[in-house]
């Protein structure tokens, strides 16, 4: 009995490597075929100017070629930095400070409380992040965002009294925003588009905090203002955006999407 179970052995174990030389091949190519299907079928699909470098690029969350989206030779995206310094000189802003200033150079246009009086063509500044707030004043003084009304009004403007504008509409009451949107606008704000690496809006826009320093809130703006931005951070218009973030985000964006992102935003929410 011995010397046939001895005799078997060779038989069996030639048996289960050839068993586990199939189970690898199998998982091999499953895995093989889930890459491609996951870092560049899909991706092209979504977004058929991709080549397949680029698809994997986006499936992995890395930019893709922003060229023709960069901001004008010699402007950078933006001076300011999320330094020691720069997060100290934001705590001491004086908002009885800001609240004259803003009298006697904001007031016309975006209302004593930071509620525009033309939200169509002028931002919502009440209740805005402070470090927003701070950071599109400072793009508006060194030219990195460019605007005929607001770059004069910000180069007239010191630091210490840029803080201070910033600490004052930092604490207003912001502009309610909307809670109903159509299915497909809700996953773009609270999922994203994974094939096109694209992060949910929340990641950056909410109105609790949480992403990156300076990043504004969007609750309550006018949706025409908020669209037509999209379409120059698409277009490249406006680069002050750090990491070319919302330029890469914009140029993958539909008409469409970019339309009903806007009346999310903009609209007025019943129940708050």
Not at 166 to 184: I, L, M, V
Request: charged share 20%; net charge negative.
């Amino acid at each position: 009995m011995a010397s046939e179970h001895d005799h078997d052995l060779p038989d069996t174990r030639a048996e289960d490597r050839l068993w586990r030389r199939w189970v690898f091949i199998a998982t091999g190519s499953f895995v093989v075929a889930s890459l491609l299907l996951g870092t560049i079928l899909l991706p092209i699909r979504d977004n058929p100017q991709l080549d397949p470098w680029g698809a994997i690029c986006r499936a992995f969350g890395f930019g893709t070629n922003v060229a023709g989206m960069a901001a004008k030779p010699g402007s950078a995206a933006s001076d300011v930095t999320w330094s020691a310094a720069t997060r100290i000189a934001l705590e001491k802003g004086d908002p009885k400070r800001g609240f004259d200033i803003v009298k006697d150079n904001c007031s016309a246009c975006h209302g004593e409380k930071g509620l525009s009086i033309d939200p169509t063509q002028f931002p919502n500044l009440a209740g805005q992040s402070e470090a927003s707030l701070f950071k599109q004043l400072s793009d508006f003084k060194s030219g990195s965002r460019v605007s005929d009304i607001m770059g004069p009004v910000a180069q007239a403007l010191t630091d210490q009294q840029i803080e201070d504008v910033s600490a004052y509409f930092a604490g207003q009451k912001p502009a309610p925003a909307s809670d109903k949107a159509p299915e497909a606008t809700l996953d773009l704000v609270n999922i994203g588009n994974p094939a096109l690496a694209l992060p949910p809006c929340i990641a950056c826009h909410n109105d609790v905090g949480g992403g990156p320093e300076g990043a504004p809130l969007l609750s309550g703006q006018s949706p025409s203002y908020l669209e037509a931005q999209l379409k120059k951070f698409a277009s490249g218009e406006r680069h002050n955006d750090t990491f070319a973030r919302m330029r890469s985000i914009a140029k993958d964006l539909t008409a469409e999407q970019m339309h009903a992102l806007a009346q999310y935003y903009g609209m007025p929410s019943e129940a708050k």
